[in-house]
């Protein structure tokens, strides 16, 4: 596709529930990235995907959380066992290969646990 | 570790002014360096980016930032401001680590502008 594109938009869910987000990356993009926004705060860094190599998860709060990513193409968060401290805003960014590259991002899932 | 700071978590500027945005990064080599902006409703853009050549850069929207080693900064310029620039601001910063290349973002600066 021509840009990040990220699945559902929204999602509201109820506590305790687990919950499963999708981004599909650029074509071609070797790195994925997830970030939390919580609402009003900067962007905060959960897990790094940059090829076939084992993914970066320092940035996940717990073990509630995880991603997959098969090979250089979707990626899915996953949530487990949801908490309302986990609404926000979950972003996905894709870049090329190499440190200089520009990051583009999707819309974000806006996830709301109730 | 690498990282990035924006010390003013929120600027309120007069439209036509002019506007500086600070950023300060904690890395010993010369560092990859973003500001991207976020619109109220809309997703991330990158506005310029920094690492090597000319310190000072050109963006996008008439954005320049400067990047000056001595002082670990990278901060953001606009000579004149328009009300469309209201948004977050959010410098980012590369952090090389064993073999990765993470891409941390800072904490960013609300800005708003008054008519």
């Known amino acids: 596709g021509a840009g990040v594109s990220q699945s559902p938009s929204n999602k509201v869910t109820e506590k305790g529930k687990d919950v499963e987000l999708r981004c599909d990356p650029i074509s071609g993009h070797t790195a994925l990235y997830w970030y939390r926004q919580r609402l009003g705060q900067g962007l905060e860094f959960l897990i790094y995907?940059?090829?076939?190599?084992?993914?970066?998860k320092s940035g996940l709060p717990s073990d509630r959380f995880s991603a997959e990513r098969t090979g250089e193409s979707v990626s899915t968060l996953t949530i487990q066992r949801t908490q309302q401290e986990d609404s926000a805003v979950y972003l996905c960014?894709?870049?090329?290969?190499?440190?200089?590259?520009?990051?583009?991002f999707g819309q974000g899932t806006r996830l709301t646990v109730v | 570790a690498q990282s990035v700071t924006q010390p003013d978590i929120h600027i309120t500027v007069s439209e036509g002014a002019s506007l500086e945005l600070r950023c300060n990064y904690s890395?010993?080599?010369?560092?990859?360096l973003f500001w991207y902006v976020q619109s109220p409703g809309q997703g991330l853009q990158l506005l310029l980016k920094y690492f090597s050549g000319d310190t000072l850069v050109q963006g996008i929207k008439g954005f320049e930032a400067e990047f000056k080693r001595s002082q670990s900064s990278f901060n953001l310029r606009k000579p004149s401001v328009h009300w469309s620039d209201a948004a977050e601001y959010f410098c980012a910063v590369v952090a090389f680590s064993g073999g990765y290349n993470k891409l941390i973002f800072g904490a960013g600066t609300r800005l708003a502008v008054h008519p």
């Open positions: 995907f940059q090829g076939n190599s084992a993914p970066d």
């Open positions: 890395y010993g080599a010369t560092p990859y």
């Open positions: 960014a894709s870049r090329e290969q190499g440190a200089g590259t520009e990051a583009f």
